[in-house]
Structures are given as structure tokens and as C-alpha cells.
């Protein structure tokens, strides 16, 4: 084990994340922002990776944080220092799939959250009902 909840993988530069356990930003995120929304009223609740969400086969995401808002909203915070690929077109996926809720990458640049909507491709369709493609919208 190195840090807090992160164990090093034999020939990987990377420490791999242990299920269930905050890295640094994390709790520094769920600290700073999360708990001071949830003491203000905002937020109801916020729980750190409660759901595995199925997005393909043998396929799964498991956002950060699941947060309910104060309208009764449903939003996945996903919290990264840096965002990968693979990071990157599972929330695009699962955003896709679970249309019915929020999702919301969020990341840390000179000290600034940054929030960044993630939204489900929408349908696009001719004046006559056919599909014609999609967009992220």
C-alpha cells in the first residue's frame, strides 16, 4: 500500500483505487464542497460509491459520489486529478444509459473546482420523424 486507499500493480506507474476507500481528492472534495452543501440545506444526502452501474458487458462504472439534492435530484459526481480516456467514455456511457440522472465530472485546477455537466447524446430527428443521427447535446 502507498497512500490512503491506493495499492501499487506490479509493472504499472499507477496506484490502483481500493472500492470503498477516499484517494486524497476525494476526501478533500466530500470535505470542502460536499459537506458544507449538505449542512447548508442544498444537498439531502451524499454517499462515496454506493451504486456499480452496468454499462456494457462485463462492463461497469462506479461513480465518486452519489448526491441527492435538495429538489430530490439524482447526480453521479465523478472527482478526478486527471482525466483518462477510459474515465472519460464510461461516464459519457453511463450518462447515456441512466438518462434520469445527473452526472458531473469535476476536477481541481489551481485550487478551483471545475464542474462540468455531463449529458446524454439526444436523438436528432427531421421534421418528418426519422432519425437522423445523434449529438451530444
Known sequence: MTRQGTRRQPGRAQARHVPGVMNQGEA??????????????????WKFEPVKLRIGDK??????????TAKREIEMHEFKGHWEDDAR???????????????VAITRFRNVLQFKEI????????????????QYG
Open 28 to 45: 478533500r472534495y466530500a470535505s470542502e464542497y460536499l459537506q458544507p452543501m449538505l449542512l447548508g440545506g442544498k444537498i439531502l444526502e
Open 59 to 68: 462492463c461497469f462504472y462506479s461513480p465518486d459520489f452519489l448526491v441527492i
Open 89 to 103: 467514455v464510461k461516464i459519457k456511457a453511463a450518462a447515456a444509459l441512466f438518462w434520469w440522472a445527473k452526472f
Open 119 to 134: 449529458r446524454a447524446p439526444v436523438a436528432m430527428v427531421d421534421p418528418e420523424g426519422d432519425e437522423v443521427g445523434s
